[in-house]
T-cell receptor, first 114, second 117 residues
Framework: DGGITQSPKYLFRKEGQNVTLSCEQNLNHDAMYWYRQDPGQGLRLIYYSQIVNDFQKGDIAEGYSVSREKKESFPLTVTSAQKNPTAFYLC?????????????FGPGTRLTVL | AQTVTQSQPEMSVQEAETVTLSCTYDTSENNYYLFWYKQPPSRQMILVIRQEAYKQQNATENRFSVNFQKAAKSFSLKISDSQLGDTAMYFCAFMKHLSFGNEKLTFGTGTRLTIIP
Protein backbone atom coordinates (compact mmCIF):
# COMPACT_ATOMS: atom_id res chain seq x y z
CA ASP A 1 0.00 0.00 0.00
CA GLY A 2 1.23 3.48 -0.85
CA GLY A 3 1.32 6.08 1.84
CA ILE A 4 3.24 8.19 4.31
CA THR A 5 4.62 6.65 7.49
CA GLN A 6 5.83 8.49 10.55
CA SER A 7 7.59 6.83 13.39
CA PRO A 8 7.34 6.53 16.25
CA LYS A 9 3.74 7.43 17.05
CA TYR A 10 4.71 8.63 20.54
CA LEU A 11 8.14 9.91 21.54
CA PHE A 12 9.45 10.99 24.91
CA ARG A 13 12.70 12.83 25.43
CA LYS A 14 14.48 14.61 28.23
CA GLU A 15 14.95 18.34 28.00
CA GLY A 16 18.18 19.30 26.25
CA GLN A 17 18.33 16.23 24.02
CA ASN A 18 18.06 16.31 20.27
CA VAL A 19 15.50 13.99 18.73
CA THR A 20 14.83 12.94 15.13
CA LEU A 21 11.35 12.23 13.78
CA SER A 22 11.06 9.95 10.81
CA CYS A 23 8.93 10.54 7.71
CA GLU A 24 8.92 8.12 4.78
CA GLN A 25 6.69 8.06 1.71
CA ASN A 26 6.38 5.51 -1.08
CA LEU A 27 4.07 7.63 -3.21
CA ASN A 28 6.89 8.88 -5.43
CA HIS A 29 6.01 12.42 -4.36
CA ASP A 30 8.48 15.17 -5.06
CA ALA A 31 7.67 17.71 -2.34
CA MET A 32 7.60 17.00 1.39
CA TYR A 33 6.60 19.16 4.35
CA TRP A 34 6.78 19.24 8.14
CA TYR A 35 4.06 20.87 10.23
CA ARG A 36 3.65 21.40 13.94
CA GLN A 37 0.26 21.30 15.64
CA ASP A 38 -0.38 22.76 19.11
CA PRO A 39 -3.67 22.67 21.05
CA GLY A 40 -6.06 25.39 19.93
CA GLN A 41 -3.94 26.26 16.93
CA GLY A 42 -3.86 25.23 13.34
CA LEU A 43 -0.91 23.57 11.69
CA ARG A 44 2.19 25.67 11.20
CA LEU A 45 4.85 24.97 8.58
CA ILE A 46 8.34 24.16 9.87
CA TYR A 47 10.30 23.15 6.77
CA TYR A 48 9.58 22.01 3.24
CA SER A 49 11.50 20.42 0.39
CA GLN A 50 10.73 20.51 -3.31
CA ILE A 51 13.46 18.15 -4.47
CA VAL A 52 16.24 15.97 -3.12
CA ASN A 53 19.10 17.85 -1.45
CA ASP A 54 17.09 21.05 -1.25
CA PHE A 55 14.84 22.46 1.48
CA GLN A 56 13.49 25.79 2.72
CA LYS A 57 12.48 27.20 6.06
CA GLY A 58 8.83 27.58 6.84
CA ASP A 59 7.23 29.93 9.32
CA ILE A 60 8.65 28.40 12.51
CA ALA A 61 11.99 26.83 11.56
CA GLU A 62 14.00 28.01 14.58
CA GLY A 63 15.23 25.09 16.66
CA TYR A 64 14.60 22.53 13.92
CA SER A 65 16.70 21.00 11.16
CA VAL A 66 15.94 18.68 8.23
CA SER A 67 17.67 16.73 5.49
CA ARG A 68 16.48 15.37 2.14
CA GLU A 69 19.06 12.86 0.98
CA LYS A 70 16.50 10.58 -0.60
CA LYS A 71 13.26 11.37 -2.39
CA GLU A 72 11.23 9.18 -0.08
CA SER A 73 12.64 10.40 3.22
CA PHE A 74 12.46 13.74 5.03
CA PRO A 75 13.56 13.41 8.68
CA LEU A 76 13.05 16.27 11.13
CA THR A 77 15.44 16.89 14.02
CA VAL A 78 14.14 18.81 17.00
CA THR A 79 17.19 20.37 18.63
CA SER A 80 17.74 21.56 22.17
CA ALA A 81 17.43 25.11 20.82
CA GLN A 82 13.69 24.63 20.31
CA LYS A 83 12.08 26.36 23.31
CA ASN A 84 8.79 24.45 23.40
CA PRO A 85 9.23 21.19 21.51
CA THR A 86 6.27 19.32 23.00
CA ALA A 87 3.71 19.14 20.18
CA PHE A 88 2.14 16.94 17.52
CA TYR A 89 4.21 16.79 14.33
CA LEU A 90 2.75 16.02 10.93
CA CYS A 91 4.59 15.20 7.74
CA UNK A 92 3.01 15.70 4.31
CA UNK A 93 3.94 15.17 0.69
CA UNK A 94 2.73 16.18 -2.75
CA UNK A 95 3.25 15.03 -6.29
CA UNK A 96 4.58 17.49 -8.87
CA UNK A 97 1.73 17.07 -11.32
CA UNK A 98 -1.96 16.53 -10.91
CA UNK A 99 -3.90 15.91 -7.72
CA UNK A 100 -4.93 19.56 -7.63
CA UNK A 101 -2.33 20.73 -5.13
CA UNK A 102 -3.43 18.26 -2.50
CA UNK A 103 -0.96 17.53 0.28
CA UNK A 104 -1.22 14.03 1.73
CA PHE A 105 -0.52 13.72 5.43
CA GLY A 106 1.07 11.05 7.55
CA PRO A 107 -0.42 9.83 10.86
CA GLY A 108 1.77 12.13 12.97
CA THR A 109 4.18 11.82 15.89
CA ARG A 110 3.38 13.09 19.36
CA LEU A 111 6.59 14.41 20.96
CA THR A 112 6.70 15.03 24.68
CA VAL A 113 9.76 16.59 26.27
CA LEU A 114 10.04 15.91 29.98
CA ALA B 1 0.78 37.47 4.98
CA GLN B 2 -2.35 35.41 4.71
CA THR B 3 -4.57 34.72 7.69
CA VAL B 4 -7.39 32.23 8.06
CA THR B 5 -10.07 32.66 10.71
CA GLN B 6 -12.48 30.05 11.99
CA SER B 7 -14.76 31.76 14.47
CA GLN B 8 -16.54 28.65 15.77
CA PRO B 9 -14.24 26.68 18.13
CA GLU B 10 -16.89 24.03 18.75
CA MET B 11 -20.17 22.94 17.20
CA SER B 12 -22.54 20.07 17.70
CA VAL B 13 -25.46 18.82 15.67
CA GLN B 14 -27.88 15.92 15.70
CA GLU B 15 -27.20 13.03 13.36
CA ALA B 16 -28.82 13.48 9.92
CA GLU B 17 -29.02 17.26 10.30
CA THR B 18 -27.15 19.82 8.23
CA VAL B 19 -24.35 21.93 9.67
CA THR B 20 -22.33 24.81 8.29
CA LEU B 21 -18.80 25.65 9.40
CA SER B 22 -17.56 29.14 8.70
CA CYS B 23 -14.16 30.32 7.48
CA THR B 24 -12.89 33.71 6.44
CA TYR B 25 -9.49 34.60 5.12
CA ASP B 26 -7.46 37.66 4.35
CA THR B 27 -5.27 37.93 1.29
CA SER B 28 -4.26 40.35 -1.43
CA GLU B 29 -3.73 37.50 -3.88
CA ASN B 30 -6.06 36.85 -6.80
CA ASN B 31 -5.04 33.26 -7.56
CA TYR B 32 -5.18 30.82 -4.69
CA TYR B 33 -6.69 27.61 -3.41
CA LEU B 34 -8.87 26.89 -0.42
CA PHE B 35 -9.24 23.59 1.37
CA TRP B 36 -11.21 21.97 4.15
CA TYR B 37 -9.36 19.24 6.02
CA LYS B 38 -10.85 16.84 8.53
CA GLN B 39 -8.91 15.51 11.51
CA PRO B 40 -10.78 12.70 13.31
CA PRO B 41 -9.72 11.40 16.74
CA SER B 42 -7.05 9.30 15.02
CA ARG B 43 -5.43 12.69 14.15
CA GLN B 44 -4.94 11.70 10.50
CA MET B 45 -5.51 14.78 8.32
CA ILE B 46 -7.88 14.04 5.48
CA LEU B 47 -8.79 16.36 2.62
CA VAL B 48 -12.54 16.94 2.48
CA ILE B 49 -12.91 19.41 -0.35
CA ARG B 50 -10.94 21.99 -2.36
CA GLN B 51 -11.82 25.16 -4.25
CA GLU B 52 -9.82 27.06 -6.85
CA ALA B 53 -10.32 30.80 -6.50
CA TYR B 54 -10.70 31.33 -10.24
CA LYS B 55 -13.71 29.01 -10.35
CA GLN B 56 -17.02 30.65 -9.59
CA GLN B 57 -18.84 27.37 -9.16
CA ASN B 58 -18.88 26.04 -5.61
CA ALA B 59 -17.16 22.71 -5.11
CA THR B 60 -19.20 19.68 -4.05
CA GLU B 61 -18.12 16.25 -2.84
CA ASN B 62 -21.05 14.00 -1.99
CA ARG B 63 -22.51 15.32 1.29
CA PHE B 64 -19.95 18.12 1.52
CA SER B 65 -20.27 21.42 -0.30
CA VAL B 66 -18.81 24.88 0.04
CA ASN B 67 -20.13 28.39 -0.25
CA PHE B 68 -17.25 30.37 -1.73
CA GLN B 69 -17.71 34.13 -1.68
CA LYS B 70 -14.52 35.57 -3.16
CA ALA B 71 -15.37 39.23 -2.67
CA ALA B 72 -16.29 38.63 0.95
CA LYS B 73 -13.30 36.29 1.41
CA SER B 74 -15.55 33.67 2.88
CA PHE B 75 -15.35 29.89 2.47
CA SER B 76 -17.92 27.97 4.50
CA LEU B 77 -18.38 24.19 4.55
CA LYS B 78 -21.82 22.60 4.59
CA ILE B 79 -22.24 19.01 5.70
CA SER B 80 -25.59 17.52 4.77
CA ASP B 81 -27.15 14.46 6.35
CA SER B 82 -24.45 14.44 9.01
CA GLN B 83 -23.13 11.08 10.19
CA LEU B 84 -21.40 9.95 13.37
CA GLY B 85 -18.20 9.50 11.36
CA ASP B 86 -18.19 13.21 10.63
CA THR B 87 -17.19 13.89 14.23
CA ALA B 88 -13.76 15.52 13.94
CA MET B 89 -11.78 18.73 13.95
CA TYR B 90 -12.24 20.63 10.71
CA PHE B 91 -9.55 22.97 9.44
CA CYS B 92 -9.90 25.57 6.74
CA ALA B 93 -6.68 26.20 4.82
CA PHE B 94 -5.41 28.69 2.25
CA MET B 95 -2.67 28.26 -0.33
CA LYS B 96 -1.23 30.84 -2.71
CA HIS B 97 -0.72 29.86 -6.30
CA LEU B 98 3.05 29.52 -6.45
CA SER B 99 5.59 27.38 -8.18
CA PHE B 100 5.49 23.71 -7.35
CA GLY B 101 6.64 22.77 -3.88
CA ASN B 102 6.97 26.38 -2.89
CA GLU B 103 3.37 26.64 -1.84
CA LYS B 104 2.52 26.89 1.82
CA LEU B 105 -0.71 25.94 3.49
CA THR B 106 -1.97 28.44 6.04
CA PHE B 107 -4.43 26.86 8.45
CA GLY B 108 -7.18 28.24 10.63
CA THR B 109 -7.45 27.22 14.28
CA GLY B 110 -10.10 24.62 13.59
CA THR B 111 -13.70 23.83 14.54
CA ARG B 112 -14.42 20.81 16.69
CA LEU B 113 -17.59 19.22 15.31
CA THR B 114 -19.52 16.64 17.29
CA ILE B 115 -22.35 14.65 15.73
CA ILE B 116 -24.84 13.59 18.37
CA PRO B 117 -26.62 10.24 17.91
Amino acid sequence: DGGITQSPKYLFRKEGQNVTLSCEQNLNHDAMYWYRQDPGQGLRLIYYSQIVNDFQKGDIAEGYSVSREKKESFPLTVTSAQKNPTAFYLCASRRREGQNNEQFFGPGTRLTVL
Amino acid sequence: AQTVTQSQPEMSVQEAETVTLSCTYDTSENNYYLFWYKQPPSRQMILVIRQEAYKQQNATENRFSVNFQKAAKSFSLKISDSQLGDTAMYFCAFMKHLSFGNEKLTFGTGTRLTIIP
